[in-house]
């Protein structure tokens, strides 16, 4: 990389990521913003209060923050079975997510194929806990089994969408997330959170990989 090359993606990681997260958040708002409140009647008059859902997440630097989304499921719990006596973090071939989990309401299933459930974050980004693009966020009872290597993915923001998101989403393994999102953080620049924004447009109209 030359000099000029590297001065650019300096400062892109110092300044340029950031205003480019509050600007597309600001912009999406704006606009999804009649049809959030569409939404949210809708949420209430189906399935009843509370029509938020929180939850802390693991952020960069392992620092945690408390997550918005819109709720999809019933309110009750289901412990994660997560294999966090493993002395050598979070097994590759682990999925996180089943296409039949029975405590996602109907209406919650159409949020996610969407991803409209996810449209809440955007105050997360405007907030700096999140960006638009990087690795999403995980709970700390996945995040404190990493290993060393599946922890490089916490050196920069979490995201909305990602290079995983855009190759797979919950289709794809641990191993295989954790893959690329360890290669957004030594790549990711202003060209590729572009490429990985409108690729993201067209994954969820294809509705492929969300549940």
Known sequence: MDQQATQIATFYGQYGKRIFDIIVALVLLLILLPFMFVVLLVLLLTTGRPVFFTQTRTG???QHFMIWKLRTMEMRTVSLDIPI??????PDDFYFK???????????????????????????????EMSIVGPRPEVPTITNAYNAMQA??????P????????????DI?????IKYDLQYVEEYSLWL????????????????GAY
């Open 60 to 62: 960069i630097h392992q």
């Open 85 to 90: 006596m493993s002395t050598d973090g979070i």
């Open 98 to 128: 089943t296409a039949t989990d029975a405590r996602v309401t109907k209406i919650g299933a159409v949020l996610r194929k969407l991803s409209i459930d996810e449209i809440p974050q955007l105050i997360n980004v405007l907030k700096g």
């Open 152 to 157: 490089g993915r916490l050196d920069v923001k």
């Open 159 to 170: 995201g909305l969408t990602g290079l995983a998101q855009v190759n797979g989403r919950s």
């Open 173 to 177: 393994s641990h191993g295989q997330k």
């Open 193 to 208: 959170d572009i490429r990985i924004v409108v690729k993201t447009l067209y994954v969820v109209l294809a509705r492929t």
